[in-house]
């Protein structure tokens, strides 16, 4: 009997060479440039606005409830703007790492909108007021501060009342902010006095609520915003006026703000003084906030900070105290309570421009769009934190703090090239000051723990409601 025309192998083979020929085919003919799809959109139906209503009624809820559908990447199309956001290992490090994206591009146009610097200027003095900043508040040089830190709060602390019932919020406020300037910007450089300080306060509070808007959107969009903003600015140019006359010579006694003119030689000292001044208080203040909130309101946690506290400085109280670094290295569970407080009220999103197509989960990013990412989302990814919502100081044990290490996945602080250069800075003052205010008052929170307001994007989360306390200096 003759055999069959083909074998039966061979039948097989062609078979299969046909399909792989077919598969190539349609996976080159699907993308003709044979490029990764771009990642899934939402665009509203408004031209222009896109989703930018839907995602402003809550723009931390509308971008987790996105990526729930979506995926760990996906656009949003808002204002004019395609925002790309991505999450997960992968987009962590794609947003930290990749050299298609850059970190002064995405923020040129909200600093040219927040403190009228101009383009040009920006991108000439940026990444040399980083390097003094980051070298200045650097971790090895923090004594540098700490001891003026500490009598400006020492000072201001004394001027509280005994006793009293207040918002934490604004109880923090009033010794944080007078402490932190006069340290930072020079003694009585910016109005701390009672008399000049309330005025500066309510155009401060103003600029500060209105900057997730005001960096975004032309300044006539916004009245109140824009003449608290053009008032700050006189205010700087007058300090700046009097600073680079009378500023000393010695490299030593020199406050920040110095050191900032010194590089800037003359060009926009006013409009980046008042950033730095910006930049200085608007994360800084709201975390020891929820720092001693979160303490407070639990009992538990509460005893065991006094009783670290107690055990460095002896009973609490009214002694004075001298507060080094090394008494601060020995108060490991209140930092901890810091850090577990930051990694549940951190900023909402963080940015870059794309520069150059992106691959990432097997999409590609257009240049052009602005990556996106949210601290206070990858917070809550149980891969890096197990019980994401819960308030628990236990995970960061002491041999990373000792390390000056953060835990992976914790980008309170953002990340890479241009993480924030006041963050040793900051995690000393808020030790520092939550410290102090446990040691001197005894606390009763008087409203219910309050959730983070959902309205924000960026900065550090604002309380959704009051938080009064009783407090009273110890005995
Ligand atoms: C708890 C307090 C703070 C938090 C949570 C915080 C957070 C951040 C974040 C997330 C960024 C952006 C980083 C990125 O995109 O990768 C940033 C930038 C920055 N931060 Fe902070 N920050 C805090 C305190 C401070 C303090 C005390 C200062 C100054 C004394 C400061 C100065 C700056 C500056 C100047 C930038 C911009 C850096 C640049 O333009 O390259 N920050 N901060």
């Given at each position: 009997m003759p055999g069959p025309l083909i074998e039966p192998n061979s039948a097989v083979g062609i078979l299969l060479g046909l399909l792989a020929g077919l598969l190539v085919r349609y996976l080159l003919t699907r993308n003709p440039r044979n490029h990764p799809p771009s990642p899934p959109c939402i665009r509203g139906w408004i031209p222009w606005l896109g989703a930018a209503l839907e995602m402003g009624k809550g723009p931390l809820e509308f971008i987790e409830k996105a990526r729930q559908k979506y995926g760990p990447v996906f656009t949003v199309v808002a204002a004019g703007n395609r925002l790309t956001f991505i999450s997960g290992k992968e987009g962590v490090s794609a947003f930290f790492k990749?050299?298609?994206?850059n970190f002064t591009q995405a923020v040129q146009k909200p600093v040219q909108h927040t403190a009228s610097i101009a383009e040009e200027s920006f991108y000439k003095s940026h990444d040399d007021i980083l390097k003094m900043m980051t070298f200045r508040l650097s971790h090895n040089r923090l004594n540098a501060h700490i001891t003026r830190l500490y009598n400006e709060f020492t000072l201001h602390l004394d001027q509280l009342s005994p006793q009293g019932t207040k918002e934490l919020h604004d109880l923090v406020r009033q010794v944080m902010y007078p402490a932190v300037v006069d340290t930072l910007f020079g003694k009585g450089v910016c109005p701390t006095a009672k008399n000049t300080l309330k005025e500066f306060e309510e155009h401060f509070r103003t600029f500060d609520e209105g900057f997730e808007y005001g960096s975004q959107l032309p300044e006539w969009f916004f009245k109140d915003w824009s003449l608290s903003k053009q008032w700050l600015l006189k205010l700087f140019k007058n300090i700046v006026a009097k600073e680079e006359e009378n500023k000393p010579s010695e490299d030593s006694a020199k406050a920040l703000l110095h050191h900032l003119l010194d590089r800037l030689k003359g060009n926009d000292t006013h409009n980046y003084s008042l950033l730095l001044l910006w930049a200085s208080q608007a994360n800084a203040n709201p975390m020891t906030f929820w720092a001693l909130a979160f303490i407070i309101s639990e009992p538990e946690v509460y005893e065991k900070a006094i009783s670290e506290i107690t055990s460095v400085?002896?009973?609490?109280?009214q002694q004075d105290l001298s507060i080094t670094e090394e008494d601060l290295k020995r108060l490991p569970f209140v930092k901890s309570c810091i850090l577990e407080a930051m990694r549940l009220r951190s900023p909402g999103a963080i940015t870059r421009k794309v520069v150059k197509p992106l691959k990432v989960y097997n999409y590609e990013i257009p240049p052009g769009d602005l990556l996106m990412l949210s601290p206070y989302w990858v917070h809550r990814d149980p891969q890096y934190f197990p019980e994401p919502e819960k308030f628990k100081?236990?995970?960061?044990?002491q041999s990373i703090l000792e390390k000056n290490a953060f835990l992976a996945g914790f980008i309170a602080f953002g990340g890479g090239k241009y993480q924030c250069p006041g963050r040793w800075f900051a995690l000393m003052e808020i030790h520092m000051l939550v410290v102090l205010f446990l040691y001197k008052y005894e606390f009763q929170l008087l409203d219910p723990f309050p959730k983070q307001s959902n309205l924000h994007l960026v900065g550090t989360q604002q309380p959704d409601g009051p938080c009064r306390v009783k407090y009273k200096l110890r005995e």
């Open positions: 990749s050299k298609q994206v400085f002896g009973k609490a109280g100081p236990e995970r960061w044990t």
